[in-house]
């Protein structure tokens, strides 16, 4: 998780945070617990963007 750190230090409180390749939502559920930020993820590979949902990742 040190490399998402990096990330959420860019992160400002109350943000929009859009992530690309969001795969099964790893980053997505860090910054949601990290912050105050609205985070949304994409993903083209539709198996994996699904998952997000069975793992209850709003």
């Given at each position: 998780m040190k490399k998402f750190e990096v990330i959420g230090k860019w992160i400002k409180h109350g943000s929009k945070v859009l992530v690309l390749g969001c795969g099964e939502g790893e980053l997505i559920n860090y910054l949601q617990k990290k912050s105050d930020a609205r985070v949304f993820g994409l993903d083209i590979d539709e198996k994996r963007f699904l998952r997000?949902?069975?793992?209850?990742?709003?």
């Open positions: 997000l949902f069975q793992k209850d990742c709003p």
